[in-house]
């Protein structure tokens, strides 16, 4: 039973609630120091993903939606490395109305989501390097393992760089296929793709909007003193045997990344999470300065059903219309960021 969320039992050997109570949630904050170099690393990133041709090319697959292409795009995050993902998008590209990137989790992806979210909208489903079909000689697929460590013991050979250079490829693959350049679009991402997405979109102005869902690579120095399961303890055992790796991941971490935001953001954050250490998440959350959107969630990575899920969803779809709204007015509201 845990200590942040006394109604949730569980069998795990620690408290998924840390326990943090709603309120310490809502407050915690980034105490660690940032690097002082942590722009001039991410902005040469993506210098780097930009100055190497993406390479894309397109196979077309069967659509099981009738006036809707669905696509297989190839294409290069930089020499060495080539990512796959699905697009979906109308059979006249010329009546899309949006640009959405939509991230995986860190068990990574087998195929586009069954249904389109609007059908007028061009939406890219990338995987990132080393899952799927996105394997590359030499990357480990093992997320829970060997995945989340690879090249971990430097900021410019992590994987993690590779990963965010392929969210900043989908929306170059999009503007080959429309044939201009892509504004206003939108990224949503939960878990892996949510701590991914607070870390690419600062240095990505193409990007309008957000939705990131229990963010992971938040508050590092936290994540690393406490156990939890699946990836983040594989970096967890890393560090007791390498503590030296904290000095890579602090240009990793999605708490800092925020910070530049100047975008809304809708935020999914869970009270109890076995797999991403909830005062991580709220701490990317509460860091992040622009317009934001904060929506509370009892579980997360744990399969519970409780009287007030449904609530919990209806109102992270009214801040998610609230985001929108929010973006449509933007042109005609000085105040916004």
């Known amino acids: 039973m845990s200590a942040g969320c006394p109604q949730i039992l569980h069998e795990f050997s620690f408290d998924p609630a840390y326990g943090f109570s709603i309120e310490d949630l809502r407050t915690i904050r980034h105490t660690g120091e940032e690097p002082k170099d942590f722009d001039v690393f991410w902005r040469s990133l993506r210098r780097k993903a ?31 490395y080539h990512v796959g993902a699905w697009v979906r998008l109308p059979e006249n590209p010329a009546d899309v109305c949006g640009v959405r990137v939509v991230g995986h989790g860190y068990s990574g992806r087998e195929s586009p989501d069954e249904e389109p979210a609007n059908p007028r909208h061009l939406t890219i489903f990338p995987v990132a390097p080393g899952f799927g079909i996105s394997r590359n000689p030499g990357i480990p697929s093992d997320s829970a393992a060997l995945h989340v460590v690879h090249g971990i013991e ?139 959107f904060i929506s509370e969630f009892l579980v997360g990575h744990f399969d519970f059903h409780h009287p007030a899920e449904a609530d919990e969803l209806a109102h992270h779809r009214k801040n998610l219309d609230q985001m929108q709204n929010a973006v449509s007015g933007s042109e005609n509201d000085p105040s916004l960021p």
């Open 50 to 80: 930009d100055l190497h041709p993406r390479e894309v090319s397109f196979r077309e697959l069967p659509s099981p939606h009738a006036g809707v292409r669905l696509l297989e795009a190839r294409y290069a995050v930089w020499p060495g």
């Open 154 to 292: 430097n900021p410019e050979t992590y994987i993690l760089g590779s990963c965010v250079s392929a969210l900043w490829g989908a929306l170059d693959v999009a503007e080959v296929l429309l044939g201009r350049p892509v504004v206003g679009a939108h990224y949503a991402g939960w878990s892996f793709g949510g701590g991914l997405g607070a870390l690419m979109l600062p240095w990505e102005s193409r990007f309008a909007s957000a939705e990131l869902g229990q963010p992971t690579f938040g508050n590092h120095p936290f994540r690393l003193s406490v156990p939890c399961v699946g990836s983040g303890e594989s970096v967890r055992q890393k560090f007791l045997r390498d503590p030296g790796i904290a000095q890579a991941l602090a240009y990793y971490d999605a708490a800092f990344a925020v910070r530049r935001l100047r975008i809304p953001v809708v935020f999914a954050c869970a009270r109890f999470d076995p797999a991403v250490p909830p005062p991580g998440q709220f701490t990317v959350a509460n860091e992040c300065g622009s317009l934001k």
